[in-house]
């Protein structure tokens, strides 16, 4: 099963690090998810995405 929902999504998080000033950096980027959906999501295949729904792109029409 697939579905959008608006209670549910994510944001980009960022670590970078160095061991030393003049040694390249260490980038990582990781996501933070969340849900408040109220159904518990045990087990389930997630997949990310920065693509917007219909819902949102709708919504944003409206707005501008």
């Known amino acids: 099963m697939k ?5 549910a999504g994510w944001f980009p998080i960022y670590d ?3 061991d030393k000033i003049n040694e390249p950096l260490q980038l990582s980027y990781k996501a933070q998810v969340y849900q408040n959906t109220g159904t518990d999501w045990n087990d389930i295949k997630l ?3 920065t693509r917007r729904s219909k819902h ?3 919504q944003a029409k409206r707005c501008s």
Do not use: P
């Open 47 to 49: 997949t990310l995405s």
């Open 3 to 7: 579905c959008n929902v608006s209670e």
């Open 56 to 58: 949102e792109q709708c």
């Open 16 to 18: 970078i690090k160095a």
